[in-house]
């Protein structure tokens, strides 16, 4: 038994027993280790060039985006200038004729003034001098440079709607009535152009203007100057207004 423990021993320790116990696998599992490394590290430079390029794509497509939108603005904006290319045109046209035009609305602005104080002076004569005045304001006002013809325009429009305006209201107004190489004062009744009637301020003299013979007329009828008084109250308001009888000239035929 001691001899054959001996050998078992020996042969345990010998050489041979080494090449038994060693693994033959383990150069396979390490090879293999350093491969599997190795594509793992070749996995991740792949993700990150993935990645990469996903990156790269959203960022172009994002550009794309932009840059469409950009030949939509730039269409709009060539538009756009086309159309102000056109304004500026039409604009320069527009300059041109409000020259030409206004150098022909000054002499027509004179010519409506002067058509203006013809009309006056053969118009039934309440307010005379305001009015008159009114005119020569107007025809002054036609020679000043620091007004713009657009201003000299709506001045001499707005005579105009005052003198109309005239037409369609009744006023009481008080003034002097040089009657028979006699000055006096009266107080006058204008009914819109129909009829100029005056009251002496002693209440002793009636009378109307006849437009027809360009002069006053003296009326000694009770019922003309009691329908004068009542002209003056209803013209001041001081009475409800109704109707009243006016003298009023005969129509002259028409030739």
Known sequence: MRQLSLVIAILLLSPIGHVVAKDPTAPLLKEEQARIGSNQQAQKRVDQVHKKTGEMLSDFQNKLKVVDGLKVYNAL??????????????????????TVIERQIVPLLIRMLD????????????????????????????????????????????????????????????????????????????????????????NDRFGYWDNSKRQWTETTESNYRRNIDKGLKIARQETAPELFAVPVPPAREAL
């Open 77 to 98: 904006l060539a538009r756009q200038l086309e159309n102000q290319q056109v304004s500026i045109e039409t604009l320069k046209t527009t300059i041109s004729n409000a």
């Open 115 to 202: 058509g203006l104080e013809t009309f006056i002076a053969l118009d039934i004569p309440f307010v005379l001098a305001e009015r008159e005045q009114r005119v020569v304001k107007l025809k002054a006002l036609m020679e000043r440079a620091d007004l713009t013809v657009a201003e000299k325009t709506r001045r001499v429009f707005e005579a105009y709607q005052i003198e109309n305006d005239f037409g369609r209201t009744v006023e009481a107004y008080k003034g002097k009535l040089n009657l028979d190489d006699k000055s006096f004062d009266v107080d006058f009744l204008r009914i819109g152009r129909i009829a100029l009637m005056y009251r002496s301020a002693g």
